[in-house]
């Protein structure tokens, strides 16, 4: 694997794979000194032009537990408001050194152009509407973590699936692990040309509840003005937010998801998000070590290198 742009560039297989590899990583996580030297001498570059807590922090995170150096780049304390291009300042971080460059943009395709321009592995960290796809690699490894296994389950992903890259990417990575997708929304908050996604559709989300497996809410996106296309909060909420009613319908195991930040009282209630079949916070933690072993995959030395055990060998404490 060179770059991850995009699920629909990893088949069943390497999506295993990954999932395989993050459960070593979750081991090193859970370690007094959740350190190892496996990416030692290597750089993880930080390149975000939208806000994110939990994406940029966990991907800084996870590539010093595995002892990589960092930088990370505030595009508003940088030149890039001096009108420099997305190109001279990717070739000017460049110059300076890196192995791999973490990409957030507002604009589709951005991370696919920047691996076109550099010699660094590059990592999509969500580009517009497109693709989020370690997202959908720390959403399956929790489903799979409670659940033991995607195939066969009912996935319901709710709400603003038209401005969701999360959405897209879960979608694809749901599919091929073989769960089965509905998406539950109203039109407005659906993308016009559905026939070619692999999944069901339903305005109602009382009849699907007592089927699910999982229940995904996805976030009304304010800054890219989806409130515009619901009559209002309260009537999105009484028709497609997870209540405490509705949930009290969902089965004992089935797992409640959302990719943060929440809207507590819009897509889903504030009780809710803290019942314990809510796994908001284990999604955050997972993403630590999906992250990980996307870097590893990367950036390390290859499945040679990860069957090996002597790059999961603990730091000692004087070489931190
Ligand atoms: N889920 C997610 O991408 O969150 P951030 O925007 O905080 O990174």
Not at 137 to 164: F, M, N, P, Q
Not at 215 to 237: D, F, G, N, W
Request: net charge negative; aromatic share 4%; glycine share 6%.
């Amino acid at each position: 694997m060179r770059h991850l742009l995009a699920i629909d560039d990893l088949s069943r297989d390497d999506l295993e794979e990954i999932l395989d590899l993050t459960s070593s990583m979750v081991e090193v996580s859970g370690r007094s000194i959740p350190k190892v030297p496996a990416l030692r001498g290597r750089t993880v570059v930080s390149l975000f032009y939208e806000d994110s807590t939990r994406t940029r922090l966990s991907f800084d995170s996870a590539a010093k537990r595995l002892s990589a150096d960092t930088m990370s780049f505030a595009v508003s304390s940088s030149s890039i408001s001096k009108g420099e291009s997305i190109r001279d300042t990717v070739e000017t971080i460049e110059a300076m050194g890196m192995d791999a460059i973490v990409v957030r943009h507002g604009y589709s395709g951005v991370p696919a152009q920047i691996a076109r321009w550099t010699q660094a592995s590059v990592v999509n960290a969500g580009d517009g509407w497109h693709q989020h796809p370690t997202q959908a690699l720390l959403d399956s490894y929790t489903i799979r973590d409670h659940l033991g296994d995607l195939e066969g389950r009912r996935i319901a992903i709710v709400g603003d699936v038209v401005h969701s890259r999360v959405a897209r990417s879960n979608i694809e990575a749901f599919n091929r692990l073989g769960a089965s997708v509905v998406l539950v929304a109203p039109p407005t908050l659906l993308p016009s040309a559905l026939s070619s996604w692999p999944v069901e559709v339903t305005e109602d989300f009382d009849s699907v509840i007592p089927e699910l497996d999982v229940c995904y809410l996805l976030r009304i996106q304010r800054e890219r003005a989806s409130e515009a296309l619901v009559p209002s909060l309260r009537e999105y909420t009484a028709r497609f937010g997870l209540t405490a009613a509705r949930a009290r319908r969902l089965h004992s195991k089935a797992l409640i998801m959302h990719p943060g930040p929440m809207n507590r009282g819009v897509e889903i209630a504030g009780d809710v998000a803290e019942q314990d079949n809510a796994v908001v916070a284990e999604q955050v933690a997972n993403g630590v070590a999906v992250r990980m072993a996307v870097l590893f995959l990367l950036l390390g030395p290859g499945r040679a290198g990860a069957a090996s055990q002597s790059v999961f060998e603990p730091v000692g404490i004087e070489e931190i």
